[in-house]
Structures are given as C-alpha cells and as structure tokens.
C-alpha cells in the first residue's frame, strides 16, 4: 500500500514560535494533499487542501497567515504554524491522494502530529 | 452542501459478536463514494472499506460488512467476530466523485470497545 510519512510525529514550542509540519508521500505522486485538525475524541476537521504549485484552500474560519501550507512538489506539502499559541494544541493529520484510475482517487494519512504549544 | 452523521458516539461489543455501526449522510449528488476508516489509540487513519454509490451491492472485506441503503442515505457498518483489536474509533465518511477536489466529510465518530 502507499506510504504517507509524517514528522515530527510530536513537536513541543515555545509560545509565539513557528513550527513546520512536514507530510510526504513516500512511493507515489500526490494529486492532492490535505491538512486536518483533530481534538481530543473529536472528528477530523479540514483545514486546507493543497495542490502542487498553487495556493492553498482554506476552509472557512481557518486563517490562511496562521496556517501555512507550501506544496512544493507532488511529494511533499508542509504546514507551518505561524507564532503559535497554546489555542493552537491539537493533533494535525495530512492525508494524500493518489489516483487510482481516470477518475478515481484514494486518500492516505500520515501518522499524525501532536502540537502542544507552552 | 454534504454532512454526515454517526448519531452513535460509543459502543461496546463482546468478544466474537456481531456489531453494527450506524452512518446516514445528507447529499443531492447521485454519484459519491463511502467509506469506513479505523483510528485506533495510535491515531492512525486505517480505511476499513469502501463503498461507490452508483454499485447496489454491499461492499464486503472479511470480517467488515456495509448495509448501503442509498434511497435511504444510510451507511451502517458491521463488525462480525469482533475482536479486541477492533477497539478504535470508527469514522464515516462521504466523498464526491465529481468535482475539482477529492475532500473527505467526516462524521463524528463512533467510539468502540470490545469486551474480552
């Protein structure tokens, strides 16, 4: 199956620092990459969604200058969390899509990465 | 736009019974894919099985089953033979198959636990 790498897997910050958040897709291309935040026993929410070489999407109420999100290639999207704070605790997953035929995607999740800001 | 609802936010099952977890989504598309996806204590996203819209027969992996009832827009997993690795939370979720993205929409999450 394909591989989606995550790191860190856990990352602790200093109140008013940036952290990146890498997510590969190991042994495919990425049509797609998308970033979600999940708190304690809740759903995934969707934050952004990525395509290689273009601007991000956000979903409505996340601020797109908190959350940054670069998609260099068709293997990596990064999400940098901009003067975090500790609101900004949470888990966040990347997942990333690889075409499975001509219409047809499938989405593979990263391992996740706990954020605790202090 | 699309939502989806598990109106079940826990569950217990005995070892090697038989459970079922329910899912209806709301939409106005005829064409959309759904899925089943596992997130045990790890909080690895883990899919458990799929399911296309336009197909009237109920996807089936192994011990995991689905009851697609379209007319209905009810997506309801069942679990035969549970076992304790079974112990996670189960999200449903809808996907559109038209489109320029390919987003998922989670529903909350049912919770499960399996009783030795």
């Known amino acids: 199956g394909a591989v989606v790498s995550q790191h860190p897997s856990w990352v602790i910050c200093k109140s008013g620092t940036s952290v990146k958040i890498e997510c590969r897709s190991l042994?495919?291309?990425?049509?797609?990459m998308f970033w979600y935040r999940q708190f304690p026993k809740q759903s995934l929410m969707l934050m952004a969604t990525?395509?290689?070489?273009?601007?991000?999407?956000?979903e409505q109420g996340v601020e797109k200058d908190k959350f940054l999100i670069n998609h260099a290639s068709l293997t990596l999207s990064t999400l940098t969390v901009t003067s975090a704070h500790p609101e900004d605790s949470s888990f966040y997953i990347c997942?990333?899509?690889?075409?499975?035929?001509?219409?047809?995607?499938?989405?593979?999740f990263g391992q996740g990465t706990r954020l605790t800001v202090v | 736009a699309q939502t989806v609802t598990q109106s079940q936010p826990e569950m217990s099952v005995q070892e090697a019974e038989t459970v079922t977890l329910s899912c209806t989504y709301d939409?106005?598309?005829?064409?959309?894919?759904l899925f089943w996806y596992k997130q045990p204590p790890s909080r690895q996203m883990i899919l458990v099985i799929r399911?296309?819209?336009?197909?009237?027969q109920n996807a089936t992996e192994n011990r995991f089953s689905v009851n697609f009832q379209k007319a209905a827009k009810s997506f309801s997993l069942k679990i035969s033979d549970s076992q304790l690795g079974d112990a996670a939370m189960y999200f449903c979720?809808?996907?559109?198959?038209?489109?320029?993205?390919?987003?998922?929409?989670f529903g909350t999450g049912t919770l499960l636990a399996v009783q030795p």
């Open positions: 997942s990333a899509s690889r075409r499975t035929g001509a219409l047809n995607t499938e989405a593979f």
């Open positions: 042994d495919f291309q990425a049509t797609t």
């Open positions: 990525s395509n290689e070489g273009s601007k991000a999407t956000y």
């Open positions: 939409t106005s598309e005829s064409d959309y894919y």
């Open positions: 399911q296309e819209a336009y197909k009237q």
């Open positions: 979720a809808y996907r559109s198959a038209s489109g320029a993205t390919n987003k998922l929409i």
